[in-house]
């Protein structure tokens, strides 16, 4: 006998900082104006030098675990999707898992770039429906602010701080996930990609000097291939889950960039009123941004109990996913 997998409860937390586009103005040559046309982005939360991954990532958990109605000690695995960890190791998953007070829960981390989140709720639910598991989070959390090169204007906009958590466990029939893929394509690695710090180049005077430790992105190339890869999986999905782009009540989109979401969201057939875009105010927060707009929207009341919602990611490896949700 199978068992439906749902969310049952979420949070998130984001650092106090903002960094806006006026500030950025006085870092890089740029300006408000053409970072806003660009990504559709006016400011971005930004960690202190003393603030780290897995702080954020536990404070949406907790959160998210306060509205699901259940303890630490109910978990029995913890997921953490992150490009950027506390360190190499261990895990950030187990890092959280300990702040938790989670000991019943294996952790670990998934590296996904920005679909990470819906890899996590992708084998998780399959853990779920199977008996392996009961309950499990799944964990997007980024300080991206840290990686990126203060002289390179065509990233340094983008990237934003935060957390974003899932409860997920057993949901009455007809409700939960519904369908969900996820895919990758590692042809694609040099459009955005970090190249220092591994076992290929290491940490050296040369590497550090060369600056191959921030993130770096070929933008051109990689909106036609997010927008496609998106759009196709989304359309995918809803289909296997046996319903079109206008039974839906929401797209919540990765917010990578507000050009990239208008294009899928046109694609799709999707009305504006449909899609949610926090991206002004958040910037692309990679994993962590899913489940943020997703507690936003639900906070706000945006998304209510019977509501079918897409989700849908792309992010650097390249990865994508897409996740049809009844609430």
Same mark, same amino acid.
């Given at each position: 006998?199978?068992?439906?997998?749902?969310?049952?409860?979420?949070?998130?937390?984001?650092?106090?900082?903002?960094?806006?586009?006026?500030?950025?103005?006085?870092?890089?040559?740029?300006?408000?104006?053409?970072?806003?046309?660009? +990504?559709? /982005? !006016?400011?971005?939360?930004?960690?202190? %030098?003393?603030? @780290?991954?897995?702080?954020? &990532? =536990? $404070?949406?958990?907790?959160?998210?675990?306060?509205?699901?109605?259940?303890?630490?000690?109910?978990?029995?695995?913890?997921?953490?999707?992150?490009?950027?960890?506390?360190?190499?190791?261990?895990?950030?998953?187990?890092?959280?898992?300990?702040?938790?007070?989670?000991?019943?829960?294996?952790?670990?981390?998934?590296?996904?770039?920005?679909?990470?989140?819906?890899?996590?709720?992708?084998?998780?639910?399959?853990?779920?429906?199977?008996?392996?598991?009961?309950?499990?989070?799944?964990?997007?959390?980024?300080?991206?602010?840290?990686?990126?090169?203060?002289?390179?204007?065509?990233?340094?906009?983008?990237?934003?701080?935060?957390?974003?958590?899932?409860?997920?466990?057993?949901?009455?029939?007809?409700?939960?996930?519904?369908? +969900?893929? /996820? !895919?990758?394509?590692?042809?694609?690695? %040099?459009?955005? @990609?970090?190249?220092?710090? &591994? =076992? $290929?180049?290491?940490?050296?005077?040369?590497?550090?000097?060369?600056?191959?430790?921030?993130?770096?992105?070929?933008?051109?190339?990689?909106?036609?291939?997010?927008?496609?890869?998106?759009?196709?999986?989304?359309?995918?999905?809803?289909?296997?889950?046996?319903?079109?782009?206008?039974?839906?009540?929401?797209?919540?989109?990765?917010?990578?960039?507000?050009?990239?979401?208008?294009?899928?969201?046109?694609?799709?057939?999707?009305?504006?009123?449909?899609?949610?875009?926090?991206?002004?105010?958040?910037?692309?927060?990679?994993?962590?941004?899913?489940?943020?707009?997703?507690?936003?929207?639900?906070?706000?009341?945006?998304?209510?109990?019977?509501?079918?919602?897409?989700?849908?990611?792309?992010?650097?490896?390249?990865?994508?996913?897409?996740?049809?949700?009844?609430?």
């Amino acid at each position: 006998m199978t068992q439906n997998a749902g969310i049952i409860g979420m949070g998130h937390a984001y650092p106090s900082g903002i960094l806006s586009n006026a500030d950025l103005e006085k870092l890089v040559e740029t300006s408000d104006e053409w970072i806003t046309t660009r +990504t559709g /982005i !006016k400011q971005r939360h930004k960690a202190a %030098e003393n603030e @780290y991954t897995s702080q954020f &990532g =536990t $404070k949406a958990a907790q959160q998210a675990l306060e509205r699901a109605g259940l303890k630490p000690e109910d978990i029995d695995l913890i997921v953490c999707a992150t490009t950027t960890p506390d360190q190499i190791m261990p895990s950030t998953g187990a890092l959280i898992q300990a702040q938790l007070g989670a000991v019943n829960a294996a952790g670990m981390d998934i590296f996904a770039a920005c679909s990470g989140f819906l890899y996590g709720i992708t084998m998780v639910e399959s853990m779920i429906r199977t008996g392996q598991i009961r309950y499990a989070l799944v964990i997007g959390a980024e300080v991206l602010t840290k990686y990126v090169d203060y002289t390179d204007r065509s990233t340094c906009v983008i990237f934003g701080d935060g957390a974003g958590a899932a409860v997920l466990g057993p949901v009455p029939e007809g409700k939960g996930i519904l369908a +969900t893929k /996820i !895919k990758s394509d590692g042809r694609y690695e %040099e459009q955005l @990609y970090a190249p220092g710090g &591994g =076992t $290929k180049l290491g940490t050296t005077h040369e590497t550090i000097d060369n600056r191959e430790h921030f993130f770096k992105m070929k933008g051109n190339e990689l909106f036609k291939v997010a927008v496609r890869s998106m759009s196709d999986i989304s359309a995918e999905m809803l289909a296997k889950a046996g319903y079109t782009v206008e039974d839906v009540d929401l797209v919540i989109p990765h917010q990578a960039n507000q050009r990239i979401t208008d294009a899928v969201a046109s694609r799709l057939g999707a009305p504006e009123e449909k899609v949610y875009s926090n991206i002004a105010f958040h910037g692309n927060t990679s994993s962590a941004s899913i489940p943020i707009a997703m507690d936003e929207c639900l906070e706000a009341g945006k998304i209510k109990e019977g509501d079918l919602v897409l989700l849908t990611a792309f992010g650097g490896g390249v990865t994508w996913g897409a996740t049809v949700i009844r609430f």
